[in-house]
């Protein structure tokens, strides 16, 4: 696609799906680490573990590959423009709603270091597949661009 990125296109939009796969790996397995995390005592060698492990993944991986996700993503906007189609839109939609997942697993990452355990690991083990849900959507609404 040529626009103001000119040739370097498909290195940005290559870019930008190797940092989305990234973010959704992270997203993937952070739910993981918060059903395993529920089941353990609070204040426990385990307990302080997870809240370890967990802020490590957070802040190395997942923040850092959605916020260049996002960078690249725009980018890839501005180039293409908006009127794009109404799949872009619905695109970016479902991107915002999973942008907001991401803030409520931070959320939730903060409650477990404060040593709050307001759910159960039925919970986390079941919000495991948003991630999953959403990408699907999201790779068949931007690849066959059928709207």
Do not use: Q, T
């Not at 939009?13 to 796969?21: G, L, R």
Request: charged letters at 20%; glycine letters at 8%.
């Amino acid at each position: 696609m040529i626009g103001w990125l000119g040739g370097a296109y498909l290195w940005v939009k290559a870019a930008h799906i190797i940092f989305v796969i990234f973010w959704m790996a992270g997203m993937f397995m952070l739910p993981r680490y918060f059903a395993y995390h529920s089941e353990c005592e609070v204040g426990s060698d385990e307990d302080a573990k997870w809240i370890d492990r967990e802020k490590r993944l957070i802040r190395i991986i997942i923040n850092p590959a959605m916020a260049i996700a996002w960078i690249l993503g725009l980018m890839l906007v501005v180039n293409i423009g908006l009127d794009a189609g109404l799949w872009l839109h619905i695109k970016l939609l479902l991107v915002f709603i999973l942008s907001g997942f991401h803030g409520s697993l931070s959320k939730y990452r903060k409650e477990f270091a404060r040593g709050e355990r307001k759910r159960d690991s039925k919970f986390y083990r079941k919000i495991n597949e948003i991630p999953a849900v959403f990408i699907i959507a999201i790779v068949l609404l931007a690849v066959p661009k059928a709207f």
